[in-house]
Each structure stands twice: as C-alpha cells, then as structure tokens.
C-alpha cells in the first residue's frame, strides 16, 4: 500500500481565501494526451481598423461619440453600464428575516480602459513603459472612484480574447466600480481578517514567504510580487500575483511597485502566450481594499489570473455538470502547471519569430 | 424621482440557498436586440453511427470493451473516473490550524448513463415511457451507490451541447458519487437547515408555494413539481425544478413521482429547444439528501438548470471577468424570462415539422 501523495491521488485541497474546496484528479493527467500541439494564430492583425470602436478617432458603438486620437491609454464610460449612478434607493424583503424575495437597489460607474491606440498587441506583446501606462491609469481610476460618495468597491478587470467574451479584440480591460463590495472580494476580505485576527500574521504574507521558500509552485517574481500557481488552483493554469509584502491598495503604491506590477503582468502572460504557441485568453482581476474605508487593516493587493486553456490552443477546460453542480475540479496539479509556466520563455512567440 | 423598481432599476437579489447575491442590470435589457434570429439546425443526426462510443455494440473510447446491444439506458463506469475506489487514506495540514496547504485524500465512483440507444435524440426529444426509463435508472444507480460504505454522496448530472463540455452527442448523462458531500449540495443543505431551525416551515415549500401563487415566474408545473426561474437566477434562463412538497430524495418516490419527474423533464427541456429553435445547451443536476445518512429531516430533491444561451442559438452568457472576479450579473430579469419560456410550446419544434 503506498500512502497518500497528492501528486498521484485524487484528493481536495482547500482555498484559504474563499474557504472551498477543489477535486483534484491527478491520475487523470496520466491520459494520453489528446490534444495536439496547435500551429501559431496567423498573425495578420492589422495595428488600426477604421471599424473598430476603440480604436483613437474612431466612432464608438452607439456612433454618437468619437473616440479622440489617443496616443497610449484611454478612459471612459462603458456605452451599456451594469450600473447607474442614480438608481432610486429601495429594497425588497429583509434577509434576517429569511424573506425568499431579497432585493436591495445598488449604484455604480462603469468605465472601460484601452491599453494602447494599436489593435493587434496585447498585454504579453507590450513593454514594460507601455503597461506603466496601463497601471498609472489603473492607479488614477481607482483614486478618482473611490472620491464618488456612491462608491463602495473598485473592481479592475481584464477579459481577454473570445473565449473569455471578449467581442473585442482591441486591447481593454474594464473598471466596474460599486455602492457595495461584491461576494468575491468580500469574502476573501473576511476570510484574511479572520486568519490575522487568529493567528496575528497575514495570510498572503505566510503563503508568499511559504512559496517563495518551497518554490515547487513559483512561475516568476520580481522585488515586489510573487507569481505562484496556488495550491488550490482552480483553472488549469490559473496564477496568484500577490505583493510579497502586505499592500493594501494602489493608495500605497510608490515608483518600485507600478514598475514592477507593470514587469510582472507582461512576463506573467508572456508565459501563458508561449505555453502553446496562442493568444492566451483568460480573465485577469485585481482584488485590494475596498474604497469605503474598510479593510485597510487587512487587505492585501493581489491579481488572479483565470484562464481556461487545458490542452492546446484548442482544447480548453469546461466548468460544467460537476463543476456548476457540485464542486469544482481538475486534472493537472497546480505542481505540474508551474513547473511548465516555469519553463515558457519570457521572449514572446511573436518577437522570437522576428 | 420613480421609486425603485426591480423591473427596471441595477439591483442585487438573494439567493437563499446559498446566501449569495446576483446583480441584476435590467435596464441593459433595453438594448437594441443585437444577436439576430437563428435558423433551425439542420437535422442530419444519424440515429446510428459505428464510431460513436456510446453507441449500442459498439466498442468504448478506449477500445477494449464493447457495449451491449442495449434497447433503452445503459449505465457504466466511466472510462477516465475523476475518482476511484482505492484511493489510500491520507491528508496534508490542517485547516482548523489555518495551515495554508491543505490536502485530503478522497474516494468515489464515477458512471455515465446513456438515455437512449439513438444518437439523435436528445431528452427534449424523447417521449415520457423514454425518459421514465432514464429516472428508474438514476433511482437504482442512487440506490446501488448508497450501499458503497465509501460513498456518502450521489451527483446526478447532464452536460448537453458542445457548449457545455460535452464531446458525445449521444444522450446521456453522469454520476458522480464521492466520499463527501461536495462544497455547493453542502452549503444547500446548511441554508435549509438554517432556515427550517429558524421558521419550523422548509425553504422550497415556502418557496414553491410563494411562487405558485404568484405565477409570476412559473415556467410549467404537474402534480408533483413546479418549474421557476428562480427569483435569483444566474444564468439567463435557469430553471428550478423542485417537488411542491418536501421529498428528500429518490428513496422516497413512488410511481407518481417517478413518472411526473420524467413528464417535466421533458417539459422543461422541450420548451428551451423552442425558445430558440435549437438544441439548447445546459448542465442539470438534481440536488436531493446525501446518502451518508445526514440532511434527511431537511434535503429537498430540486434540479438546477444552467444555461448559457442569452439571446439566440449563438450568442451565450460569458461568467468571466467581473462574475468570475466579483459577483455573478445578470441584464434580464428572472420574470423577463420566466414570461418568454412560459410563451413556448410543448411540442418540440422537431416534431412540430413533420
Ligand atoms: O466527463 P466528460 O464528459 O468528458 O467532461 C465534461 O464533464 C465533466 C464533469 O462535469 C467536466 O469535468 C469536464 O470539464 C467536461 O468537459
Ligand atoms: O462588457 P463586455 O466586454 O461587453 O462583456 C463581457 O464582460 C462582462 C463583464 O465581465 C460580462 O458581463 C459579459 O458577459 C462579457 O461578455
């Protein structure tokens, strides 16, 4: 009887931040291997479509309003926000009552940003002084959001490529900004108070220090973050960038820190760019303390990395049946996935060629 | 100023199953309707084919067994099991520690069930004495798997449509069984107990009741289920079918059950493959009373609908960005959809042709 090793035996292993826990198949992994190694994305892109609506000068969706000729980044209101800012206030049913109907009025402001005036690059494909851009107006945003009285929470995220319900392929992420702090980063928010209010440490300050010592986990680093894939990964190739360091928010952020964000967001998905020769799609969030004045004590800057990618280019992973119904699950251990992020060159594919 | 109004105005609604909110974004409903009307599929589907591996007589994926001559279901352990039987005991820290790796070794069963020897059938399809057959399956399987002293969970589930995951077009279905109960029938059983410790009453049957009366939600009901989009839904068009009165599981159903859950599951699915002319996408599952013993004074059988589908045959959903980093959205309204599947027919527009 051999005894129980997690890189060979399906077990669970639990997400300290969220509290749940993911199936993990290893054995599975040991499958031949179906998917074959795709060929390269033709790369044809051209770097300006008069029809694409976020590009400088165009005419945006609704065609009343032009973009102006922008020369690196680009902020404004998304055309069809989630949210308004002057929704009535109002509620129905009191969930401490156990009321079955519960809805409660909530504000927003959505804003979308354009990384660069050029269509076909994306983040892995920039430099590191052109996603300082992206992370100076990241910084402005979230300072600017948080002065509106309305706004709870500023939510920074990225969508990338179709798969991920990208509809457009000009480089952009998204700010959805809140009167409330949303189920994920309120969770994770109570989840870290609860392990320093125990324990009198941080939580991501022990995991990084953990994982930095142990390195099995580790894709890259820089002075100031650590991109691990997590223990409890979730999507195949999903990576935690957290700050070495507790820092609760872009407020904290100096010179070092917006440099090497910068640094680490370009090599993190240059990686995943080479790990098959593609365009890597993927959803990409930052999560750090609320704009309400909560959390300080307790908020740790991090960014998840969600990309759905199993196989090949082609072969993805499908969060479905057992996954929506039951718990999620994975084949490849979060161990066999750093160590092939590990070895993808920092060069991507595209200047390699060149 | 208008006084808020859940058809109208951004909100967040509860769900009490699990103590999660959704935000619900109504007004982006007023959208002009972009994703255009599709064309029926067309139906070429052979009902027989030599390469389909879950085909009757012929030989399964990996190439050494053969299937039976099978007239109506077929249940067998699938060939790549997520989990096994054998797995050694074991775990890596502790989490009433807040250790930040741990691990626990699990066991289970993994079996796929096939609804029909035909491969162009699909559930919707499929005539009641057809898919009463499927139901006597799922009541034996859960039975026979209950018996496993390994085993204290039984997950009954359906992925349908390349869409969601599924790489066999030939009906079927899945069967997860497993050494625990699994993170999200877990917090289910947890919310109904809570609730019924609180009120003396059980949460679906106040829930059904509410929502018979009101009708506003109601897709389709027969003696024993009620078909809702749930108040809380996240996908576009969920569907929540849950028995009037509290049953705990497959153990307790009789003839009348068993044939009214075929009935509605045929109704239910029918009227998605009319909604938009297609064979519509979805993963079901069926939650109901663990088989380790707990949950049985509060488990209330209930299956789950998740579709992806939006607004016509090609344009879904995406759960990215913001729902994966945030909180689940949605842009129209439970009632929205509750009125459109209500308005679609019965007959299955396969059969509406011929
Ligand atoms: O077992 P299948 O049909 O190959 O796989 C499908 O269902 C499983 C259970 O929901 C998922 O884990 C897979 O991602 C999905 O593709
Ligand atoms: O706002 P977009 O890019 O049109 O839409 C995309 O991102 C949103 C926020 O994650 C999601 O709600 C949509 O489902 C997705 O397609």
Known sequence: DSPFDYAEHPHRRRNPLTGTYVLVSPHRAKRPWQGSQEEPPSDNRPEYDPDDYLGPGNSRVNGTVKN??????FVFDNDFQALLSDTPDGAVGNPDNDDLLVARAVKGKCRVLCFSPKLNVTVAEMSVPALRKVVDAWVDEYATLSKLDY??????????????????????GQIWSSSWIPEAPATVLANLAGYTSRKGTHLLEDYASLEEKSGERVVCSNTTFLAVVPFWAVWPFEVLVMTKKRIPSFESFGEQE???????YRRVTCRYDNLFTTLFPYSMGIHQAPTDGTGQDVAHFHMHFYPPLLRSATVRKFMVGFELLAEAQRDLTAEQAAARLRACSEVHFNDAKK
């Open 68 to 73: 102006p000729d922008y020369k690196d980044t």
């Open 151 to 172: 706004i709870a929470h500023v939510q920074i995220f990225e969508n990338k490529g179709s798969m991920m319900g990208c509809s457009n392929a000009h480089p952009h």
């Open 258 to 264: 917006k440099e090497d964000l910068a640094d680490i």
